[in-house]
């Protein structure tokens, strides 16, 4: 944004968004409303961004890497998509890739993460919460695509749906020592976000709540492809209820190739599912964030490495990623220019001067960009943004003092 945009948009803040912005800021913190107002080159990524939401109004398949070093806002620029994507109408969920504690190879970890962290446009509801909400006013069984894995299908149409009513000497008969009404909304939200849970509890959950299908198939998902189809078909009923899609934001990617290579192997084949160009992942727009030493260890991997099964050899990879990926959708991020640092910081001095209510000289502003900028040669943006932020405090406390 431009600074006449800035200003205003400044001018309409709280000044508690403000300050706790530069707090955040000072401490090295993310921050999302600093996210919005300090991106530089925001047009490059806006515009890379809206070109997969046109693919995906074609309903093809879109895909975005972001690819940087260490310290050229990978993360941030995430961020800043994610809040352009909630203005936009898109479901959300933004997940870190910790190998240890949100493996990607370990599909359900990640399906539990990515709904844990959902984010609705208009709500702050849980998927769980949104859903019952939204079919008190819809028929959601229309908008359960028929991709659906069975489970989450009789799970969804579950917690749309109201118990049986028993009558008190119903209540009372053995058969019906299974109806715990209580613990059928609870049991189902944890089923939905992919807890593990005993089979039979659910069975009376599904029997109580009227879920007429729900013995047509085994409740067990077994791997990973399910919890990956239930991802596709999440956002394809997301579109059906009105919304534009939903956009996955992962974060760390590069963690995948920090793995043995029998996760690695893993991991490729469900990160090439996200990647291919197919029709049947309607309204899903996975979004990475990769290093470039993430490439390398692809690119580098041992392609002819065979495994014998059956007597037979077979590849060990299921292709040559290396090749089948050159042509992802990448959004390269470098290091700010002198002049992309310059508008950078102007518009910080600006919010550290609304935040604290003080207006630094010309002269000022100089000098503290000029002490800024010789402290933090060849640091990192946040820590350049950090080294600013501690100048303005140290020449706003001045100021201060020099009045009293």
Known sequence: MDMDEFSSVLNGCDNFLLRRAVERLREGLFDPFAVQLLTARESQLNKVFDTGVKTLARNESPHLCVCGSYGQGKSHSLTYLRERARKQGFVSSFINLDPREIPFHDFRQVYRALVESIRFPDSDDTLAQYWKKWNKEHTGADCIPDSMPHFFKSVLTALASKNLRLSQKQKTLKKHATFRPREFPWM?????????????????????????????????????????????????????????????????????????????????????????????????????????????????????????????????????????????????????????????????????????????????????????????????????????????????????????
């Not at 069975?203 to 013995?215: D, G, M, N, S």
């Not at 899903?284 to 993430?294: G, Q």
């Not at 700010?336 to 010309?362: E, F, M, N, R, T």
Request: aromatic share 14%; hydrophobic share 40%; glycine share 4%.
């Open 188 to 404: 189902l939200a944890n089923a939905l976000k992919g807890e593990v849970l005993p089979v039979f509890r659910l069975r009376h959950a599904l029997k109580y709540r009227e879920v007429p299908f729900y013995k047509d198939a085994s409740l067990v998902c077994k791997g990973w492809e399910p919890y990956f189809q239930a991802v596709c078909s999440f956002a394809e009923m997301f579109r059906n209820m009105g919304f534009k899609g939903w956009v996955l934001f992962f974060d760390e990617g590069e963690s995948i190739v920090q793995r043995p290579v029998n996760i690695r192997r893993k991991s490729y084949t469900i990160l090439d599912r996200f990647f291919a160009p197919v029709s049947s992942r309607a309204g899903l727009y996975p979004i990475f964030a990769f290093t470039n030493d993430f490439f390398m260890q692809v690119r580098g991997e041992d392609y002819d490495r065979v495994v014998i099964k059956n007597e037979q050899e077979q590849p060990y990879f299921e292709k040559d990623y290396g090749e089948s990926w050159k042509q992802l959708t990448c959004h390269n991020l470098h290091d700010l220019v002198a002049q992309d640092w310059q508008k950078l910081s102007k518009k910080l001095i600006c919010l550290h001067a609304g935040a604290y209510a003080w207006k630094p000289s010309d002269q000022t502003i100089s000098d503290i960009t000029t002490a800024a900028a010789k402290a933090t040669v060849g640091q990192e943006a946040r820590l350049k943004i950090k080294a600013l932020v501690e100048h303005l405090d140290l020449m706003q406390q001045e100021i201060v003092l020099r009045v009293s």
